[in-house]
């Protein structure tokens, strides 16, 4: 069966166009995220509430290891590895978005119009359409 935020890909000569499904906005919870969050790779956005309104502040790619063990190491108190985004995420709420992808080399073309990042090279444009459910799930 298909994921429902699976990312999709049409192809026609050097162009490419992208549809991303985004998952709704998960509430950064450990058991939120382990119930939830697939154990594939994809794209993930990280957004912090603020007065009300969702305010993104990182998104980042993750291939090997997959969505949800990127998003737990995040919201790990005791995670050791490099995170500037700590004490926001255990002092604030956040919520987290996700997106799947079966290639690294796709997700690079889209963290390319995402964040400006280096893409694949292997298309001369790449066109990103965002389907977003504007849901929210929380504790």
Known sequence: MQNP???????SGNICRYTLNWSPYVEMDRYLVHGIVPSEGGIFQVYVNRKGQLHLIHTELS???????RVREMIDPLYMGH??????????QCFVRYSIFTSITDMQDVMNYLTGSENSGRYDEIM???????????V
């Open 5 to 11: 935020h699976q990312t999709y890909k049409q192809v």
């Open 63 to 69: 291939h090997y290891g997959g969505l949800r063990n």
């Open 83 to 92: 995170n500037p985004y700590k004490d926001i995420i255990e002092n604030e």
């Open 128 to 138: 990103v359409f965002e389907k977003d459910l504007l849901k929210v799930r929380k």
